[in-house]
């Protein structure tokens, strides 16, 4: 049975915790797309970990951890993370990495650099990883696959004279930097290839037999429906798909095969990055929410920053969860609300002096209002509560109260961030 675990929001929702809870039934985890712009936070009995582009997956023993063909591979961050897990006691994940992935080339980094700096304060808030580089690379036809490393020498360094022509315009006349020196590149293709060679297979043809076999693989998404580069708050988006059904795409499984879209929501909102973000608070209020979100506060897992704070946004969620064609919500961090006296929450956007519940595009979204309903908090810790009846009335009252507003069954909800702060629901809606 195949899985997916995707994000409702604008990423930063705990899709890591969830991965690595379900990974401990599952035969198989792969990333489909992404790169290392964006960190899983997960907390096991191995310690705290931010994974960037490893699979959530790589804790459980059973598991085989995939590289899809839709991620943005950057070869050496992907091992310094490998030997940093290693390193902390991890047996040694079985890894296995596609062999049609494209490269994230140390010039995707320096041009995502670049390009921030060019841009100043209308900068799109990008982490600099390289990931819009790269993606731009592999839709013009001039990215590298993993398995050119294997291929004829010869065409690989040809490969490399017509990409360097086409940067080096840019990087001496707009950038006013220095060209890609190409002998220098190959021979960092070279040490890539030494890396990565152990691990390289027909991921495709590897699923196939997988699903046949009738294993259980997860989908792991990275970022959240909202930062789809169609669906979501374009341009202040990702570069490639976070939807569930691209997961068939970036694995290279048929999409029938996709069973369970499990859809991860926070109990409360949160954001990195510019673009319209409708519920958001500021000040005191934001910090305080934001000292105490999260596993020691809502900072950015890739570069620290700051997340932007807000309240719970049924707009958002309810389209998100729809794009995602979720089965199940899992809702994250409700532990975090407990200090709260009273709960506010968006349950639809003014616009024009007209109410709506339905999630506009970017241009009408930047004029959008919150209409906000308050509830009471439950002023109370509930870590540790296993059973979802011993759960505060009030606390009951909000989850159901947000179930109803955006019309998707919550059926996992976290109350801590270990693996086993989990609390399975019969939902209504199921």
């Known amino acids: 049975m195949v899985k997916a675990i995707v994000g409702a929001n604008w990423g930063d929702e705990g899709k890591g915790k969830i991965t690595d809870m379900m990974a401990q ?54 091992f310094a993370e490998y030997n940093e897990v290693v390193s902390k006691g991890v047996p040694a994940p079985k890894l296995l990495v596609s062999d049609r992935a494209q490269m994230v080339m140390p010039y995707h980094i320096d041009f995502d650099t670049f390009e921030e700096e060019r841009l100043g304060k209308a900068s799109y808030g990008s982490t600099k990883s390289g990931i819009a580089p790269f993606y731009s690379d592999k839709y013009s036809k001039i990215g590298f696959q993993v398995s050119e490393l294997f291929g004829s020498v010869d065409a690989l360094k040809k490969h490399i004279h017509k990409v360097a022509e086409i940067k080096n315009a840019l990087l001496v006349n707009l950038y006013h930097k220095d060209p890609i020196d190409e002998e220098k590149l190959f021979n960092t293709m070279m040490e890539y290839k030494k890396m990565i060679e152990p691990y390289v297979c027909d991921v495709s043809s590897f699923l196939w037999k997988a699903v046949k076999e009738n294993k259980t693989i997860l989908l792991e998404g990275q970022l959240g429906s909202l930062k789809d580069p169609d669906h979501g708050i374009y341009p202040m988006v990702t570069s490639s798909s976070t ?48 000292r105490r979100g999260g596993d020691g506060g809502e900072f950015g897992a890739t570069t620290g920053r700051p997340r932007r704070m807000g309240w719970y946004d049924c707009v958002a969620t309810k389209y998100g969860c ?109």
Not at 67 to 77: E, R, S, T, W, Y
Not at 243 to 268: D, F, H, M, N, R
Not at 357 to 363: A, C, L, R
Request: one cysteine or more; proline letters at 6%; charged letters at 20%.
């Open 25 to 78: 039934d599952a035969d198989i985890v792969i990333r489909f797309q992404g790169g290392a712009n964006a960190g899983h936070t997960i907390v096991n009995k191995y310690g705290k970990f931010a994974l960037h582009t490893l699979p959530s997956g790589v804790f459980s023993e059973k598991t085989t951890s995939i590289i899809g063909n839709g991620v943005a591979l950057d070869v050496p961050k992907l």
């Open 243 to 290: 939807l569930a059904a691209y997961g068939a795409i970036g694995a290279g499984i048929p999409p029938y095969e996709i069973k369970q879209i499990v859809t991860v929501s926070k109990a409360y909102s949160s954001a990195v990055g510019a673009g319209a973000f409708v519920s958001e608070i500021f000040g005191e209020e934001a910090d305080q929410l934001r």
């Open 322 to 430: 729809r794009i995602q064609g979720t089965t199940d919500v899992a809702f994250t961090v409700l532990d975090v609300l407990g200090y709260l006296d009273e709960i506010p929450v968006c349950v639809g956007y003014e616009i024009d002096g007209k109410v709506t519940t339905e999630f506009p595009t970017t241009s009408i979204l930047e004029t959008a209002k919150p209409v906000l309903e308050t509830l009471p908090g439950w002023k109370c810790d509930i870590r540790g509560i296993k059973k979802y009846e011993d759960l505060p009335e009030n606390c009951r009252g909000y989850i159901e109260f947000i179930e109803r507003h955006i019309g998707f069954p919550i059926t996992m909800i976290s109350n801590g961030p270990a693996r086993e702060d989990i609390i399975f629901r019969q939902s209504p809606l199921k």
